[in-house]
């Protein structure tokens, strides 16, 4: 599976956008989708998951009430809807994928996306 994340941009705070996570191949019923970010100078930072195979769904705190995740498996696409955000979303946001279930650890993840960029004024 090849992914290719899109739908990053300039926003002003407290404002939204949603990114889109698109799989060349299909996202089965085994995948687990994550969204990870990586701000400049700091390391890259599970934002949220979700798995097709238990159902769950991860958020990182600093994002809880303010982030959804949701997945499209007629076109194998997973969406990040983000509201209410902040100057520290500002980051390069990509999409992964692995077996079974969410994790937080990069490492787990056998294909990654390119990435785009959010940035978010004050």
């Known amino acids: 599976v090849q992914l290719q994340a899109s739908g990053g941009g300039l926003v002003q705070s407290g404002g939204s956008l949603r990114l889109s996570c698109a799989a060349s191949?299909?996202?089965?019923?085994?995948?687990?989708i994550a969204w990870f970010r990586q701000a400049p100078g700091k390391e890259r930072e599970g934002v949220s998951c979700i798995s097709s195979y238990d159902g769950s769904t991860y958020y990182d705190d600093s994002v809880k009430g303010r982030f959804t995740i949701s997945r499209d498996n007629a076109k194998d696409t997973v969406y990040l809807q983000m509201n209410s955000l902040k100057p520290e979303d500002t980051a390069v946001y990509y999409c992964?994928?692995?077996?079974?279930?969410?994790?937080?650890?990069?490492?787990?993840?056998?294909?990654w996306g390119q990435g785009t960029q959010l940035t978010v004024s004050s």
């Open positions: 992964a994928t692995r077996y079974y279930y969410c994790s937080g650890n990069t490492d787990d993840y056998r294909s």
């Open positions: 191949g299909i996202i089965s019923d085994y995948d687990a």
